[in-house]
């Protein structure tokens, strides 16, 4: 399980020292090819693994995270995990804090096949007319937004947190219609106020 071993790997792991340079030049925007360079070159990057075919080699920090976060999401969804388990685990993800730690080939190697796993099954789910695909990255992108569970299933956690955002979302659109609409009816007021005197000058006029 990927999940269970990215857990054991960052507990477990000790602690990287690193130049006062490269600490300031390491963040979530550095890419692949840079990392390579802070490294001393030691890597060759037209042999490094891409995280899935369809992905670029000189993805930064944020993307591999990204694509991190949602594969242990999708795992710990489908095994429906408590959501307190996954939110601890998922609070150590950042714990990127050097190209050494980030390029780690064994770890790239275990992500790209857990993630072309979980796109893998949702193409042939959705394929299918009998099974839906899984949450996707855009969803999953969109509403993990404030997602902070700490009880009940994943699962559960999740739809209560989805529908809470979808009932937010509405209301905003339903304030902004109604200032809309609260304008419309104040030009209709406005134009009724101001026919009456119009339409006296006119007929003055003629």
Do not use: C
């Amino acid at each position: 399980n990927f999940l269970g071993g990215q857990i054991a790997a960052l507990t477990g792991a000790e602690g990287h020292s690193e130049e006062e340079g490269e600490k300031a030049a390491f963040n979530m925007d550095t890419t692949v090819r840079e990392a390579i360079e802070q490294m001393g070159g030691t890597i060759a990057f037209d042999s490094w693994p891409t995280l899935s075919d369809d992905t670029p080699k000189n993805i930064t920090v944020q993307k591999y995270a990204e694509v991190k976060d949602w594969v242990e999401f999708r795992q710990a969804y489908g095994e429906d995990l408590p959501a307190a388990t996954w939110n601890s685990a998922r609070s150590i993800k950042n714990d990127i804090t050097s190209p050494d730690i980030w390029m780690n080939q064994s770890e790239w190697e275990d992500l790209r096949g857990a993630y072309m796993a979980l796109l893998e099954a949702d193409k042939k789910a959705g394929e299918s007319e009998d099974t839906e695909p899984g949450i996707d990255e855009d969803e999953w992108k969109y509403f993990k937004q404030e997602f902070d569970p700490s009880g009940g299933s994943l699962r559960e956690a999740y739809a209560a947190h989805k529908l809470l955002r979808l009932e937010i979302g509405l209301n905003k659109y339903v304030d902004v219609f109604s200032i809309i609409g609260y304008v419309l009816i104040g030009f209709a007021v406005l134009i009724a106020l101001l026919s009456k005197p119009l339409n006296k000058l006119m007929h003055g006029v003629e």
